[in-house]
Structures are given as structure tokens and as C-alpha cells.
């Protein structure tokens, strides 16, 4: 048996083990890490595939960028120059989740403005963005790479009638788009024409997640040179069993196949954020369906799984696999204690446990090794599980089905009973999961009251569970809800907040918005024959949650 590469500790339950040398042994016969670093499309599937040979720039983006660094510091500096003490990032999925994880990870850097990220289109959350900056010291930064997205252009439309000076926005966008045109009419103060050879979801390390961070004070010199380092190290080489990023690839793969598809992340602080961006590299990157000439559709899919609460060993069934990224050093805290223990135990029980460690005394280097390390891992594990982990055919009809809400004021559907929300969580034990998404504006007293839910769920029935904010998890999981394997059971929470917050040049407002991304995604999920239901959440939306869960208690 060949040994775990030794950046990685892991256990790996009876067979799996022989199954990652047996793949290991296949991607070196087929010569899979080579073919990738050339860039060879037939790794996964057949040549000239749309979305696969030109959807490979993240492989050499870091060394590409490095020699940029000093260029994008120096822009920084201007902006501050400038008077400026908040940024205001617009933009959803992959050109948002990276610069929240720098924002959360790094904090405010003194001297430097605040970042804020809005990937919402709630009411409250575009008035909360409102309420803590001035339009004359802010600069938004609005990053799209088709330059299309719904979201980030109403928000646009929305901050640019706050603040029509142009020399207040930045655009991150591909050469070409529509952004491109509207950031030369409005006379942006600058323009970041990414590579578009690279996906939303593995930009991290690309202007999308560069430029705001190198805004906000961030080290992204460190973040680069730890990324290159990690890149060098996935390079083809000789001894197989040394390639952390295939093996991690490989192992998730065949983990996935043999049921243990739930990918449960245990993240120690500072990194806890890594979570959302990895969610959406993981989910939108292998939730896919297949039509296989002589097996018909096929559905695959490893579910991330997130800031889910910890729980006791007997809460968890035999579909988890746990990644925990360790604190290496520093004083640990009392979450990261538990983390440990837990992961203790969990191996012990026979679990599939595997852990990676950072350290914060060189945090931006380990966190830019992680980001290139996990979308490494992502492409094999896509390889493994023989799909395309570049494009994301289901999140289309989610978006095609809100523009007939919006189009149709289409009313939304009506409440769950509880003869309705207890078939729908009763039987969610494992291989299925519950997946929360909530409609309303991102707050931590929320999240609270949502780990709260996740685990009443979960000790009831042994599900998995996940949460996303909507509008924001249609772009991350809401492809692996679609088009991954038909185990998801969907509780729908929409909060209706303030009406009259405008989209200027458009008869809606953001509510009636976010109301038709609601309705849209239900239909979708229910036209897929998944069952989802809804809940609208009252006034005080914490509050309807804490109480939801005691209904939900009742029920299970
Ligand atoms: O950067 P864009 O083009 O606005 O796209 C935002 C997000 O929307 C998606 O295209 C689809 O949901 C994601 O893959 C992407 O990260």
C-alpha cells in the first residue's frame, strides 16, 4: 500500500485505501498530472468539449501574477491616496467568495479601508452596505467575468445612482464582456481584464480575488508565493505518492464513489471562512450529470459541507468523509480543541478522517497553497468521477426560471404544514441531506440561530446538512443540488424585507427580485422531482428560525 503524501494525515475506512493506490496507479499509467499541466482537455472526456481546454489559466495564474504584485499594491496605494476607506465589492459566486474568505481571514488592516462584500440581492443586506458607507469615500468594485450576472449589475445600477462618479468604481471583468463597455462609458477609474481562460470558482488567485484583496491591505505577495510553491510541488513527478493535491483528488473521488460523499470540513480560526469558497469550487465543480452511452444518466456529486455544528460520533452516518484544516501552531482555542478530539474520535469509529494543517504565523502563504491545492484536488477528483469540472449546465435553468417569475410576478408557493416539513426532514437520514437555504440578509445572530436548526436535524436523523444564503448559494451548491445525485431534501426560508430599494432602469425592485430567485429555484428543484419546501420567515427572522426549530423538534 503506498503512504499517505505526508502533508496529510488520514485514515481511510477498510478498502478505500487499496482503491486510492489503484487510481493512483491508473493517473500514473494515463499520465494524468502531466496531461493536466499541458492543458489536455481529454482528461475529462472528450477533445474540444466546451468549458474544459479553455478553462485551465488557474494552473500557472500565481507565477503568472507575482510580478504584478508590486503593480496592484502601488493601485492600493493610489486608492488610499485618494481618500478612500471602504470598498464595496459587488459580484456573486466566484468573483465574490474568495475577497469575503481574504475579508474574513485577515480582518481590517489598519491603514487600509474596510472591505465589505455584497452577494445579495435582500433588501436589508444592500441598505446594511448602505448604512455603514459614505458613496464620496468608497470605492465599488464591481467583478463579474461574463459581465452579465443579474445581481451584480442591479447592484451596480443601484451604488452608481448613489454615487454616479466614475472614478469610484473598478471593474474585474474578461476582455470583451458587457462590463468592459459600461466601465468605458461611466469612465471607471480602472479596468482588470482577467484571463478568461479561468472559471469563477477557481479565480481565486486571479484578479478577482487579488485586487480586493490587495485594496484591503491583504498580503497577496504571500498568498501568490504560497500558491506557486503549492503548484510547483502538484507538478508531474516522480514518486506518485508525494503529490498531495492527487492523492487528495483521488481519495475524494473514490470516496465519493464508494458513498462517502458528504464532505465535511472542520476549519480552525482564523481560516473558518475557507468553508464558503471551497463549497463552491467542490460542489458547482463535481455536482454533475452524466449521459453515459451505455449506463444512461448518471449523477455524481461530492457535497461540501460547511460550518455545520459539531456533533456526537453516533450523529453521523457512513456517507461523511471529514477534512479537517488544523491550526499547526499559536494557542489553540477551545473550538479548535474540539475539532481535534472530535476528528480523534471519528477516525477511531472508522470514519474517513483526513487533515491538512496551516499556520498563522504564515497565513497568507498557507491559505494561497490551499486555495491552488484544493481546486488541484478538484480537477482529479472530476477525472475520478468522470465528469467536467469547469462548466455548470444547472445553474442556467434556476436563472431561466426567475426571469419567468420576474417576468410573471409569479406568487410564491404556499407554506409548509407540518405534515409537510416532517415528511420532508423524517426521512432525510443518510444517503440523503437537508439542504437550508435562506433568503435573507447574511448576519452571525442568523447563523447562529441556523447552526442551531442544522443540528436539531441532524441529531434527529442522522442527515447531513448544509445552509446557504440566498441568492448566493445558486451559484455555489445550487448546481449540485440540480445536477448531483438526487439525496437532497430542500427547506426554503425567505424573509421579506423592505420594498421600494431600487434597481434603477428596472420596474422591479431587489425584493421583488430576490422573491423571484426564491420561486425560480423552487420550481427548479421541484421540476427535478426533489422535494423542497418553504417557510417564510416573519418579521424577526432570528426569531422565526429559533422557532421553527422547536417546531421542527416537535416533529422528528
Ligand atoms: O463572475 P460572473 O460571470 O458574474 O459569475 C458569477 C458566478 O455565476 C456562475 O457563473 C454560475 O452560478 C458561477 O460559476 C460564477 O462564479
Given amino acids: 500500500m503506498t503512504a ?4 496529510l494525515t488520514a485514515h481511510l475506512p477498510d478498502g478505500v485505501a487499496e482503491a486510492v493506490d489503484a487510481r493512483l496507479l491508473v493517473a500514473a499509467e494515463d499520465d494524468i498530472v502531466a496531461r493536466i499541466w499541458r492543458r489536455d482537455d481529454t482528461v475529462w472526456g472528450p477533445a474540444g468539449q466546451p468549458e474544459v481546454a479553455d478553462r485551465l489559466g488557474w494552473l500557472d495564474i500565481a507565477d503568472r501574477l507575482l510580478p504584478e504584485a508590486d503593480d496592484l499594491i502601488a493601485f492600493a496605494d493610489e486608492v488610499r ?22 475579508r474574513r481571514t485577515f480582518g481590517f488592516q489598519a491603514g487600509y479601508p474596510h472591505l465589505h462584500v455584497l452577494d445579495s440581492t435582500d433588501a436589508q443586506a444592500v441598505l446594511d452596505v448602505e448604512a455603514v458607507t459614505d458613496p464620496d469615500t468608497t470605492l465599488y468594485v464591481v467583478a463579474t467575468k461574463s459581465g452579465g450576472t443579474i445581481e451584480t449589475l442591479s447592484a451596480f445600477a443601484h451604488f452608481h445612482a448613489l454615487q454616479p462618479d466614475g472614478t469610484h468604481f473598478v471593474a474585474i471583468t474578461d476582455p470583451g464582456s458587457k462590463l468592459v463597455d459600461l466601465a468605458t462609458e461611466h469612465g471607471f477609474r480602472r479596468t482588470f481584464l482577467n484571463d478568461p481562460d479561468i472559471g469563477g470558482r477557481y479565480s481565486a488567485l486571479s484578479y478577482f480575488g487579488l485586487v480586493p484583496g490587495a485594496l484591503m491591505g491583504a498580503n497577496i505577495r504571500g ?10 510541488a502538484a507538478r508531474p513527478i516522480d514518486t506518485r505518492v508525494e503529490h498531495a493535491a492527487l492523492w487528495l483528488g483521488a481519495a475524494l473521488g473514490e470516496l465519493s464513489a464508494r458513498g462517502r460523499d458528504k464532505l465535511t470540513f472542520l476549519i480552525d480560526e482564523p481560516l473558518q471562512s475557507f468553508g464558503l469558497w471551497v463549497e463552491q469550487l467542490v460542489a458547482e ?27 456526537a460520533v453516533a ?23 474540539a475539532r481535534a478530539a472530535l476528528m480523534t474520535e471519528l477516525a477511531a469509529a472508522g470514519h474517513a478522517t483526513i487533515t491538512t494543517r496551516f499556520s498563522p504565523a504564515s497565513l497568507a502563504e498557507d491559505l494561497g497553497g490551499l486555495f491552488f491545492t484544493a481546486e488541484f484536488a478538484t480537477a482529479v477528483a472530476g477525472w475520478v468521477l468522470g465528469i467536467n469540472p469547469f462548466d455548470q449546465p444547472n445553474v442556467q435553468e434556476a436563472k431561466d426560471n426567475t426571469a419567468k417569475a420576474l417576468e410573471a410576478r409569479t406568487p410564491a408557493q404556499p407554506d409548509a404544514h407540518d405534515h409537510e416539513l416532517q415528511e420532508l426532514l423524517a426521512a432525510a437520514g443518510p444517503p440523503s441531506y437537508v439542504a437550508i437555504m435562506a433568503y435573507v440578509a447574511p448576519s452571525e445572530q442568523f447563523d447562529a440561530a441556523i447552526a442551531e436548526l442544522r443540528a436539531a436535524i441532524r441529531d434527529a436523523t442522522q442527515a447531513t446538512t448544509t445552509f446557504g444564503y440566498g441568492p448566493r448559494f445558486l451559484h455555489s451548491t445550487g448546481q449540485l443540488h440540480k445536477g448531483g445525485p438526487k439525496h437532497g431534501r430542500f427547506l426554503q426560508l425567505v424573509h ?22 426564491a420561486i425560480g429555484d423552487l ?3 421541484r421540476h427535478h422531482g426533489l422535494p423542497a419546501e418553504r417557510v417564510t420567515l416573519g418579521e424577526d427572522p432570528v426569531a422565526a428560525v429559533k422557532h421553527l426549530t422547536t417546531r421542527v423538534q416537535g416533529l422528528l
Fill in 81 to 102: 491616496d485618494a481618500g478612500i476607506l471602504d470598498v464595496v465589492l459587488l459580484g456573486m459566486g466566484g468573483s465574490s467568495l474568495a475577497p469575503e474568505v481574504l
Fill in 285 to 311: 465543480s463535481t455536482g454533475k450529470t452524466n449521459e453515459h452511452p451505455e449506463h444512461g444518466e448518471n449523477a455524481v456529486g461530492i457535497l461540501p459541507v460547511a460550518d455545520e455544528p459539531l456533533g
Fill in 223 to 232: 498568498l501568490l508565493q504560497g500558491a506557486g510553491i503549492a503548484a510547483a
Fill in 315 to 337: 450523529g453521523y452516518g457512513q456517507d461523511r468523509v471529514f477534512v479537517h484544516l488544523e491550526r499547526s501552531d499559536g494557542e489553540p482555542s477551545e473550538g479548535d480543541l
Fill in 496 to 517: 421579506g424585507a423592505a420594498a421600494g430599494v431600487e434597481i434603477p432602469g428596472q420596474d422591479y425592485d431587489f425584493e421583488t427580485l430576490k422573491a423571484a430567485q
Fill in 4 to 7: 499517505v503524501p505526508e502533508t
Fill in 523 to 525: 420550481e427548479t428543484l
